[in-house]
């Protein structure tokens, strides 16, 4: 997910898409724990993409506080 893409979303829409990507993360590492993960860096992907996500949170929380 690029940033430009995460920025349009709304805060919603945001902790929904963060709520989706905690949920895979859990699978995913279900997956790597019985040897059936066949991308693990898949992993990491979505730590970044959360981590984004949240950058963009705080961000539009501070300008909403800015207003």
């Not at 019985?34 to 929380?61: C, M, W, Y």
């Amino acid at each position: 997910m690029k940033i430009e893409e995460i920025i349009e979303l709304t805060p919603k829409e945001l902790l929904a898409r963060k709520k989706e990507l905690s949920a895979e993360i859990f699978n995913l590492r279900i997956q790597k724990q019985s040897g059936q993960l066949e991308r693990p860096h898949l992993i990491r992907v979505a730590r970044r993409n959360i981590a984004r996500i949240e950058t963009v949170l705080s961000r539009k929380a501070g300008a909403e506080i800015a207003k």
